[in-house]
């Protein structure tokens, strides 16, 4: 059988991936609607503030930020990273709330690749 | 590099391992004075604790020269040294090391007759935005409290 176009179709890059609003639609029906800010940093020392609501996915925000950062020179936007708070990598599939972003919270991008050994 | 911005940037990246909470009870830093950042290691699987000297001199032109030291700041012998999976850690023969912590982003890895950037075509300037120190403490860090290096 032949399958579909977009089965074929695997996102490349996080913005990709959860740049495109409605791809990434935030559930209605929980959360905390308010705005809220939170800030990112990179390893660098660079930091922007984001403003976003609790029911908005981790992906989304991360999206926005590496486009971000990607637009200001400061990484390589094609890179594969990742959010971590107090030491957790942050599920991109979880809201901010359910991933325990807390209004104020400083979170670190980085990198997702990791050095092998031997 | 100018020493400055080099020290500057490894203080940056220390912060970002401290967010990344590469330093626990089992992996702290011990002095922190640029261009040499000590962390004292503690096996998990056994009774030892090694001292780890990262130079950062001139970073992040160059990676972190990580080795396994003494009290007195000189390479331990072999028998002083990590283990890895219980076996021994590689030696490293143009740099004259019976064993180094043969890890990507890590100045001895570079050098190595096996990675040589003129042989794989990857060198630090591929690795250097993937495998930032803050990553390398990290990843070192890990491999101690996982018990893959002990």
Redesign the interface.
């Known amino acids: 059988m032949e399958r579909q176009r977009e089965e074929a179709v695997v996102p490349e890059t996080i913005v990709e991936q959860f740049g495109d609003e409605a791809a990434a639609a935030p559930q209605p029906e929980a959360g905390d609607k308010r705005k809220h800010d939170v800030t990112i940093k990179l390893s660098s020392g660079a930091d922007h503030s984001f403003a976003y609501r609790g029911d908005e996915l981790v992906g989304k925000l991360l999206a926005d930020a590496v486009k971000y950062f990607g637009d200001h020179k400061q990484l390589d936007p094609n890179g594969q990273y990742k959010l971590v708070s107090n030491g957790s990598d942050l599920n991109v599939a979880q809201t901010l709330d359910q991933a325990g972003v807390k209004p104020g919270d400083v979170l670190l991008l980085t990198t997702q690749a990791k050095p092998t050994d031997g | 590099m100018i020493a400055e911005i080099s020290r500057?940037?490894v203080g940056?990246?220390i912060?970002?391992a401290h967010?990344?909470?590469a330093f626990h009870d089992g992996f702290a830093i011990e002095s922190d004075v640029y261009p040499e950042l000590f962390v004292l290691a503690k096996s998990t699987r056994r009774d030892a604790i090694f001292r780890l000297r990262f130079d950062v001199s001139n970073y992040d032109e160059e990676p972190p020269q990580v080795r396994v030291v003494d009290a007195d700041g000189n390479e331990v012998a072999s028998s002083k040294f990590p283990l890895?999976n219980n076996g021994a850690f590689?030696n490293h023969n143009l740099a004259g090391l019976p064993h180094f912590?043969?890890?990507?982003?890590?100045r001895d890895y570079y050098t190595h007759e096996n990675h040589l950037p003129s042989k794989t075509g990857l060198g630090w300037e591929q690795?250097r935005?993937?495998?930032?120190?803050?990553?390398?403490l990290k990843?070192i860090s890990d491999?101690f409290r996982n018990g893959?290096w002990h």
Do not use: W, Y
């Not at chain 2, 912590?101 to 890590?106: A, S």
């Open positions: 500057e940037i940056r990246e912060e970002a967010m990344l909470v890895l590689p912590l043969c890890l990507q982003g890590v690795h935005r993937l495998f930032p120190l803050s990553v390398v990843t491999k893959d």
